[in-house]
């Protein structure tokens, strides 16, 4: 393991010299707005352009319940803003657990009520 200890070098933890080139990734947590859901997927908006094809964790909060759930980036579409750019993102959920589509039946259950009008008698 190469070290080289440099003249003045106040850092107290260890350093390893990398030679050559050593790829790494960032993860970003951002919100984004969702704009439909049903059992099968969720479309949302981003700021970024995100790869189709992409595999994405998903963290949907409903009612103080968190649920994670993998998501493929199905479709992307931009949209022209006066601030900017938009975008799109048509995801497919992959797998999501039983209690998560529980929760999303319930919320578009709840939706449904709120805006189907009541037959009148």
Do not use: C, Y
Request: charged share 30%.
């Amino acid at each position: 393991m190469p070290f080289k200890e440099r003249l003045g070098d106040r850092r107290t933890d260890l350093r390893f010299e990398i030679i050559g080139q050593l790829w790494g990734s960032i993860e970003i947590v951002e919100p984004h707005p969702l704009l439909n859901l049903t059992r099968g997927g969720a479309l949302i908006e981003s700021r970024t352009r995100l790869n189709p094809d992409g595999v994405r964790a998903v963290r949907f909060r409903f009612n103080g319940t968190t649920h994670d759930i993998q998501a493929r980036v199905r479709h992307v579409t931009s949209e022209a803003v006066p601030d900017g750019e938009r975008f799109l993102v048509g995801l497919q959920f992959i797998e999501p657990s039983a209690a998560a589509l529980e929760q999303i039946d319930r919320l578009v259950a709840a939706r449904l009520a709120e805006t189907t009008p009541e037959a009148e008698a």
